[in-house]
């Protein structure tokens, strides 16, 4: 059974940051790599334990495969919430 995927206003504002600073070099490229990040963040729906624990207690990274980002979730329940979305060169916690 799916669970309930959340996405915190930090991790939306994040991800269209991510896409506009993208989108000034590769228009094209920058709106597959935001539809990529969201495809592997659907991928919680049905694996809500995807990724790794991270150093902060309760929170999970997710690596996006082929780019710099990491997906930082929590996992309470049936509900997955998308904290933030970091470059993997940024600080984390």
């Not at 590769?26 to 990724?51: N, Y």
């Not at 710099?68 to 904290?83: F, K």
């Amino acid at each position: 059974m799916p669970v309930e995927l959340l996405w915190s206003p930090l991790a939306l504002a994040r991800l269209q940051q991510i896409r506009a600073y993208a989108a000034m070099d590769k228009p094209e490229a920058a709106e597959r790599l935001a539809m990529r990040i969201v495809a592997v963040v659907e991928a919680l729906r049905s694996h809500p334990h995807l990724g790794r624990a991270a150093a902060s207690p309760g929170i999970r990274e997710l690596p996006i495969g082929g780019t710099p980002y990491i997906v930082l979730d929590r996992v309470q329940g049936r509900r997955v919430t998308i904290s933030t979305i970091s470059h993997g060169a940024q600080r984390k916690e």
